[in-house]
């Protein structure tokens, strides 16, 4: 039995506050643990006790073993929690944890080993008898040999880390002529993440859905499940919406995967919180990997039965009993998670200061954010959680997506508007999208928010308008025209701005618009223009009063700018080089993924402005074209 009253929490943002919120509850203290770009976040100033680590990047701060006991030793703590992502799937942490003489609040070392590793998984579950993908996993990763098992098994292939998850080292692969490429592109994201380049392969399902089981055992050989989620719709491999229960389980095929999930946590001994990962196509699934660990969307399922996880995670780790039969688990109504991310529409990791922030009234909503809180460069994109509970789907769709258009996230792009956006899509709202959804619809949606973008436009002016006017404090009204030239989405635009008493006329391409001049709208300045907000749809943009009033359609810049701040990993270009037009220049590491950065056309480079290994800003110089 341990002992948990002194809880250290080896993670940071929103999951940490998370652990914080329920440890208090409980009447235990808690010890946070932070980098250098993290001094000022919220965990740091809730938790009871904190230590700082030295450093910003993972590898140097939550990452690093050493210092992560270290901090438990200097401060007293009895226990470790380690959240999710970092080192909570590491069996060398939890066993130095145990060593250490502390309480691990997590399943045991081994059964991490034979379960958190998707090698270990494939061959307990065939012993088990859950059901696999043809897989090549093991000690030999040679390129002949993956490309010999690649064969055997057919393509389309899935490359995948052997450690961790959350999409990072996956790459999916149609052709022989690209496995090399692939290889090396997991491999190198692998090791960055999860301190391990190992890979396996498997046979790539197209079009399934990503269904998983969460799982509860304790340390006397109980183990249930509560239920599935369905968190098929994501991007880059990394899920963004996740609901339960699943619109395509009913209680029977639910039964099935529970069964299956139940079976494999408790052939390797678990105890703790585990989700079994399934590929669902029709009524069949297969194995995909075991998170051996609490994950990201586990509030859906706290809404669903109404208990506490993290409660349960301390619970067990001091040794009490499941506190509920299988029996006694009921899945009440309908929830769905969206993941707020800091990216653009198209996936972009940005970093920033979030200059404003205001969450949602009527949703549970788990951040780290406030007014003046930085999204550094170096972890994960995701910034905050929103979860819905209603008692049919339809309403916890509309609830979470009014709660999305009343979100406030000023000064950084969110994928906010784009979550909103699918949870309306009619594909969603049927009950149909499966993991390809954002690769087959994406474009569309982001077309609808370009759309609504440009039907705002006099709108965004009176907004800027109104925070220009804000920024100059006392106003003195002028019955003349006002020229304004600014730059939206990649184009100039020239406006006239007239007030007429206490309406505000603006004018675009000959036609007119009036407004009242105090009609609500959110905005923040930016590095380089405004962030703008308007019901539920935002936008960025620029000053552009010095600009020529047309710019020639078809020019390329003849400098290329870092799109968003992160490290240079590797630098294919050389000064003197032609290259054509999508060639990979260099890959940026940002927010713990990779992203080739490409020729816009074909060009030959004139010089190099960044080394490998180099940390670069948004909009740095990268390199200059001849």
Known sequence: MGTVTRLLIANRGEIARRIIRTAHRMGVTTVAVFSDADAQALHVKEASASVALGGNASADTYLRIDKLIAAARATGADSVHPGYGFLSENADFAQAVIDAGLTWVGPPPQAIRDLGSKSAIKRRAHEAGVPCLPSHAGEDQSLRRFIDEAERIGYPVMVKAAAGGGG?????????????????????????????????????????????????ADARGHCIHLGERDCSV??????????????????????????CAVRLAQSAGYVGAGTVEFLLEGREFFLMEMNTRLQVEHPVTEALTGFDLVEWQIRIARGEPLPVSQDE???????????????????TPHAGTVQRFVAPQGVRVDHALHDGAVVPPHYDSMIGKLIAHASTRPEAIATLASALDQTVVLGLPTNRALLAQCLRDTVFGRGEALIPFLSTHGDDIRARLHAAQESLLPHW??????????????????????????????????ATLNEQGARLCVTVDGNTTEFDLHSPAQSARTHDGWHLQ?????????????EPATTGHGHTAPTLKAPFSGKVVALHARAGQPVSAGEVLLVIESMKLEHAISAPRDVVIASLAVEPGQQVSSQQLLLSFA
């Open 329 to 347: 688990v009921r899945l009440n109504g309908h929830a769905i998670e969206v993941r707020l991310c800091a990216e653009d529409e198209h996936f």
């Open 234 to 259: 994501q991007r880059r491999h990394q899920k963004i919406i996740e609901e339960s229960p699943s619109p395509a389980v009913d209680a029977p095929l639910r039964e099935r995967m529970g069964s």
């Open 534 to 546: 308007i019901d539920g749809i935002d936008t960025f943009i620029e000053d552009a009063s010095f």
């Open 168 to 216: 990072r080292g996956m790459r999916l692969v149609h052709r022989a002529s690209d496995l090399p490429a692939a290889l090396d592109s997991a491999a190198s994201e692998a090791k960055s993440a999860f301190g391990s380049d190992e890979l396996l392969i498997e046979r790539a399902l197209l079009s399934p859905r990503h269904v998983e089981v969460q799982v509860f």
């Open 461 to 494: 002016l009176h907004a800027l308008w109104q925070a220009q006017s804000a920024g100059r404090g006392t106003r003195l009204t002028s019955p003349f025209n006002r020229p304004l030239r600014v730059r939206h989405r990649g184009r100039t635009v020239d």
